[in-house]
């Protein structure tokens, strides 16, 4: 019983992050209709950003998040404003689009920072907390929090702001909200924008768990965007519940399938999505002209 909490509840702090990755897809597809294929390698971006602000530049570690962050997420923006030229008039372009900028950050990465990665050191210091027998990582449940402080605080940015609700508004009907006067192109920025933010949030929070180097944002990218699509695309929640469910499920394939937890994880989500294509939150789908 204390491996199965110790394993569900390490699950959950990779999920969470996975949750974050998924919120960056998410939010961009229900703001625009669009897949942004080089999300995976925004992460990247903001992992080693952070890790350099901290380790190098000796930033504590809070405030290397925030300026990661805030890099990252004006790179969002500097994609979003490349793109915009191309909004309803050639959707296959900007996901090509897309996937070129992936491709040129991947380039940059490796320029940069090199081809070899970086441990990063976990910035929560003491031993692993022991609950009646089950041992848990202090920096687990930093993420956990972290993670979900920004689900909430995403959440209420939605539904209790005017940038907020014009969001939603573009998300329901792109026509309509321009017709009444709304910045469709602004609303489109301020998705980007915080997409990037959130994907830097998670490659700098992955990078005490995992080894921080050019590829990890090809396997967060993934999980990420099954994530979306498991809590079903475009679905905050979803996003959410998605995350946290692939995490758990990654979790527990790593223990008992040794070199193929990844098969696993993969096969179980194909089963689950072939029994429901729409995913958790399917029905709430995003109609675009």
Do not use: C
Not at 18 to 35: D, N, P
Not at 54 to 78: D, E, H, N, Q, R
Not at 169 to 187: C, K, L, N, P
Not at 189 to 205: Q, R, S
């Amino acid at each position: 019983m204390q491996v199965f909490l110790q394993t569900f509840i390490g699950g959950l702090s990779l999920g969470a992050i996975y949750a974050l990755v998924a919120l960056g897809f998410s939010l961009v597809y229900r703001t625009m209709g669009l897949v942004n294929f080089a999300h995976g390698n925004v992460v990247t971006v903001g992992a080693y950003l952070a890790s350099t602000f901290y380790l190098s530049t000796k930033l504590p570690f809070v405030l290397a998040m925030a300026v990661a962050i805030l890099l990252t997420g004006a790179i969002g923006l500097v994609i979003e404003r490349v793109l915009r030229p191309l909004e309803n008039k050639d959707f296959d372009l900007m996901l090509i689009g897309t996937i070129g900028f992936g491709i040129v950050l991947e380039a940059l990465i490796i320029m940069i920072w090199g081809a070899t990665g970086r441990a990063v050191p976990s910035p929560v210091p003491g031993a692993p907390l022991d609950v009646f027998g089950v041992r848990i990582r202090t920096y687990d449940l930093v993420v956990l929090a972290i993670a979900a402080t920004a689900t909430v605080l995403l959440v209420l940015f939605l539904s209790r702001t005017k940038r907020g609700a014009a969001m939603q508004a573009v998300a329901m009907d792109h026509e309509a909200a321009t017709a009444v006067g709304i910045h469709v192109g602004r609303s489109n920025a301020t998705a980007f924008m915080i997409g990037a933010g959130l994907a830097a949030l998670a490659g700098g929070l992955v990078g005490p768990l995992l080894y921080v180097s050019p590829a990890m944002g090809g396997a967060l990218g993934i999980k990420g965007f099954a994530a979306a699509i498991l809590g079903g695309f475009g679905s905050i929640p979803g996003a959410v519940i998605g995350g946290l469910a692939i995490g758990v499920l990654d979790g527990f394939t790593a223990g008992h399938f040794q070199g193929y937890s990844e098969l696993v994880t993969f096969l179980v989500f194909t089963v689950i999505i072939m029994i429901r294509p729409t995913g958790i939150f399917g029905e709430r789908t995003v109609n675009r002209a």
